[in-house]
Nanobody, 122 residues
Framework: QVQLVESGGGLVQAGGSLRLSCAASGRTFSRVAMAWFRQAPGKERERVAAITNSGGSTIYADSVKGRFTISRDNAKNTMYLQMNSLKPEDTAVYYC???????????????WGQGTQVTVSS
């Protein structure tokens, strides 16, 4: 079992930056593939970015490429999402997610955080 807790959301003006964090429980975080998802009101949940257990590979949604960066620190059991040049359309609840797996980017995840609200004003 992996427990995940997000932090770092808030209100920011368009063009600004935020860094989200996802703290994971347990001593085997280095074997867990991770991802960030978001869901805006009335829209389907979408995967924003994903990272392998080692951090060696990442993938991004086209809508955030070049603006967002996913990373992780396995020594701190924490994953991050650095969000720059934020746009109003980035407004959503952001969730971190994880699943056991090595050296693979996954589409589906087993463990989820409670979410953190990101609001970008125009």
């Amino acid at each position: 079992q992996v427990q995940l807790v997000e932090s770092g959301g808030g209100l920011v003006q368009a063009g600004g930056s935020l860094r989200l964090s996802c703290a994971a429980s347990g001593r085997t975080f280095s074997r867990v593939a991770m991802a960030w998802f978001r869901q805006a009101p009335g829209k389907e949940r979408e995967r924003v970015a994903a990272i392998t257990n080692s951090g060696g590979s990442t993938i991004y949604a086209d809508s955030v490429k070049g603006r967002f960066t996913i990373s992780r620190d396995n020594a701190k059991n924490t994953m991050y999402l650095q969000m720059n040049s934020l746009k109003p359309e980035d407004t959503a609840v952001y969730y971190c997610a994880g699943r056991w797996g090595l050296n693979t980017i996954y589409d589906r995840y087993d463990y989820w955080g409670q979410g953190t609200q990101v609001t970008v004003s125009s």
